[in-house]
């Protein structure tokens, strides 16, 4: 199965791919390195979304399960996603791309707003649009900020980069003999409860048609593989 032609794409990075190589928070040369690697995709001339998890800094659950407030603690999973925003532009403006931050929570001094159509242009004039806080709301991720941002600037698919390179059958980490799918369709990674993203994040891309591709982020040159349609991946979709 093969993409159809990308012209815009939103790429979901879960806050721990910017650990890099540390236990918690962000590495900046690993950030670097990743900015490199956004550009070379945007200079394709490839329209480029970008959501950005907060796991590195921290979880509502994580929160809520020492006793806070579940929504209390999702707000702080938000603003952890900011800060992540705020250092992917800051990496991405160092090497001459110029960047949005649009919040689902307002912050006037930080960041844009989201405006869907403001995001239209800057997008049109080759800027890399990162969207924070998720869909600006407690007891959701930000794979459904991921996939309702996608959904509304029409991308072409999603790609969403993590640690593994792809959907299987079985936690490859516990079983050697797990098999990947080269694709599998959205209602399978539902009744299987595949992990993928979540299952409100997968609904949304089925019911908008959106593909999204799994991938390995961690090692170098894989991004550009993956858009080209190459490299060890898995596309979900119908
Ligand atoms: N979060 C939320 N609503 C959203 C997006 C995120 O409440 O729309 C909170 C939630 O607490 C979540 C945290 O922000 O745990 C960080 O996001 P996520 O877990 O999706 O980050 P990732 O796992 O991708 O690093």
New binding site residues.
């Given amino acids: 199965m093969s993409l159809p032609p990308l012209k815009r794409v939103l790429l ?6 910017l650990m890099g190589s540390q236990p918690f928070g962000i590495d900046t040369d690993f950030v670097g390195q990743m900015a490199e690697e956004l550009k070379a995709a945007r200079d394709t001339g490839l329209e480029l979304c970008l ?13 809520a399960a020492k006793g806070m407030d ?2 209390q ?9 900011i800060m ?1 925003a705020l250092a992917m532009q800051s990496a991405l403006e160092k090497i001459g791309v110029e960047t949005r931050v649009q919040s ?1 929570i307002q912050m006037d001094e930080v960041c844009e707003p989201v405006i869907r159509r403001r995001a239209e242009r800057h997008l049109q004039k080759g800027r890399v649009v990162i969207f924070a ?13 991921a996939a309702l941002r996608a959904a509304e600037m029409k991308c072409d698919a999603l790609f969403k980069g993590t640690s593994v390179d792809g959907v299987y059958d079985d936690d490859p980490k516990k079983n050697a003999s797990a098999k990947r799918y080269e694709t599998v369709d959205y209602d399978t990674v539902l009744a299987d409860n595949l992990k993928v993203m ?1 299952a409100s994040a997968v609904a949304l891309c089925r019911d908008n048609a959106i593909p999204i591709v799994v991938f390995s982020i961690r090692e170098r040159g894989n991004l550009a593989r993956v858009l080209a349609g190459q490299g060890t991946q898995t596309i979900v979709t119908k």
């Avoid at 806080?133 to 900020?145: L, N």
């Fill in positions: 979901k990075l879960s806050g721990e791919v959501v950005i998890g907060g796991g590195n800094i921290f979880r509502g659950m994580a929160g579940r929504a603690a999702d707000y702080m999973g938000m603003l952890a996603t992540n689902a806080a998720g869909v600006g709301a407690p007891y959701f991720t930000t794979d459904s900020g979540d």
